[in-house]
């Protein structure tokens, strides 16, 4: 599936009105632990019984509830996979809980001596199940009167009292691969504060605040060189390049197409002078936070306004019509922000004409 696709069908599960796919907020995700823990201990009562029983001295049973959404997405095989998601998205989240019960009622069945933690049990015994995907099916959903006003009102009065400190926060994410988030750029960065940082996080487009940050390019460990910045940067889609002036602004642009476009060539087999989407932006940090974006968001434009983004051995630029928005010559050396047509920004830089100080590129990558 493509990225934009997926994207799409995970903003739709969000969206949803009339079930619950997918949690949003941490303590939202912290509460599920200990709901899937109330609820077990309210319609298998044999099950948490069993589980309490096994427990060592140094485990918990709030703990093993920490990973319970990790059976299904990490340890369930496919075929079992499959069919579980084939009823979540018809029921929503319930599925997950029903599916979380029965795994382990059939675990505390089959399992009477560990040698292992019962967190690291529970997990082996996912991975290698003997349930066929419809006897697991069969086992979830045999759990009677398990409605979704009872998880409901679980999840809610579990999320106050964490918000109320009545319960304590669980470590639910603290298994989770975790992406370094914005805030670990500052530590490679010359030219962005966190402050910055935080404010242009928020003008990215959402799917993109899901990856990870890292620096590519940056003129005071790669060189000033054009053949160099493309050399790094151009595989690489999207990158946000962020300039830090001489005379002390900061500013850049968000592009949002790999620079190795520019080599692409039209059907008369002349490369393309401009190329890039609407999703490209120009900003400015210092001495003020702002966002120029596109101006065809707001409806049809002339192609002079449809100039995101040109580059070539001499030079590379962003924004054109009447004006260049950002415009760095083959040295990287030295520059010149222009209004123009595409973004109807002000120049990003007082006077029109900077030097750089240093210039950095960051791309995104999955986690």
């Not at 029983?53 to 369930?76: G, M, P, Y």
């Not at 045999?142 to 679980?154: C, P």
Request: hydrophobic share 40%; glycine share 6%.
């Amino acid at each position: 599936m493509e990225e934009e696709k997926a994207y799409a069908s995970v903003g739709n599960l969000l969206k949803a009105t009339n079930k619950v796919f997918l949690t949003q907020a941490r303590l939202q995700a912290d509460a599920s632990g200990m709901v899937a823990l109330a609820l077990t201990k309210k319609f298998s009562k044999s099950t948490y019984s069993s589980l309490v029983r096994l427990l060592k001295e140094d485990e918990s049973v709030e703990a093993l509830f920490d990973s319970w959404s990790l059976w299904i997405f990490r340890d369930l095989p496919i075929h079992h996979m499959v069919r579980v998601m084939d009823c979540f998205l018809m029921e929503g989240v319930k599925v997950l809980y029903r599916v979380a019960i029965g795994i382990l009622y059939h675990f505390t069945k089959m399992e009477t001596f560990l040698e292992a933690s019962v967190a690291t049990a529970v997990s082996e015994h996912v991975r290698s199940l003997e349930l066929s995907p419809a006897r697991l099916m069969k086992k979830a959903f045999a759990i009677r009167n398990f409605r979704s006003a009872e998880i409901k009102s679980v999840t809610v009065k579990t999320t106050f009292d964490m918000k109320s400190n009545k319960i304590p926060r669980s470590g639910s994410s603290d298994s989770l691969p975790a992406s370094k988030g914005p805030l670990d750029i500052p530590n490679s960065s010359r030219t962005i504060t966190v402050k910055e940082l935080l404010g242009l996080w928020q003008w990215l487009p959402a799917r993109i605040t899901m990856q990870e940050p890292m620096l590519v390019y940056t003129t005071d460990e790669d060189g000033c060189s054009l053949s160099t910045f493309y050399h790094k940067v151009e595989a690489y889609e999207p990158t946000l390049l962020v300039l830090k002036a001489t005379s002390g602004e900061v500013f850049g642009a968000y592009s949002s197409t790999a620079w190795i476009v520019r080599n692409k060539k039209d059907e008369r087999g002349e490369r393309q002078r401009y190329f890039g989407t609407g999703e490209t932006f120009l900003f400015s940090l210092q001495p003020l936070m702002t966002r120029y974006p596109w101006v065809g968001i707001k409806g049809r434009v002339p192609h002079a306004a449809e100039l995101f983004m040109h580059g070539d051995n001499n030079m590379i630029s962003i924004g054109g019509g009447e004006g260049t928005g950002i415009q760095i010559d083959g040295d990287l050396r030295y520059g010149k922000s222009e209004r123009c047509l595409t973004f109807e920004n002000e120049p990003l830089v007082s006077g029109g004409d900077f030097e750089v100080s240093v210039l950095e590129v960051f791309a995104f990558a999955m986690v």
